[in-house]
């Protein structure tokens, strides 16, 4: 399963990803890890739940943030849940050239069983079919 937060930039986006994750950690069957391009959310963040700073890994291509993710899965059979915030803003590309990534990661996700929420800085109204589809309440 992957899913979307979507909203323009300043409209709480990180907050709510952060509140979403804190909230699932006791109630999920496995370990959460958020993925993010710096350490800011890390006094945020329950202790439990794994942030990983992509910038220190220099992930910013598309083939690499699949590998990235997939070697995260790979790693840990116990991963229920993955955020991943700023998403476009690290991948340097827009939500258009990115559409092949995300239906990979898609794949991935019901392959291993492992939820994928991305936040997405673009208007929720503006967004392909494929990602307002998937729009996490």
Do not use: W
């Amino acid at each position: 399963m992957i899913g979307f937060v979507c909203g323009i930039a300043g409209s709480g986006k990180t907050r709510r990803m952060v509140d979403m994750a804190n909230a699932i950690l006791n109630d999920s069957l496995g370990k959460i890890v958020f993925i993010d391009d710096n350490s800011d959310r890390m006094f945020d963040l329950k202790h439990a739940i794994r942030l990983v700073n992509a910038g220190e890994y220099g992930v910013n291509k598309k083939d690499e943030f699949y590998g990235f993710v997939a070697g995260i899965i790979a790693g840990d059979f116990d991963i229920h849940t993955i955020f991943v915030d700023s998403f476009l803003k690290f991948m340097g590309e827009s939500l258009e050239d990115l559409m092949p990534l995300l239906e990979r990661l898609d794949a991935l996700s019901d392959t291993h069983k492992v939820k994928l929420i991305f936040s997405i800085s673009a208007d929720a109204d503006a967004v392909p079919d494929f990602i307002k589809d998937r729009t996490v309440q």
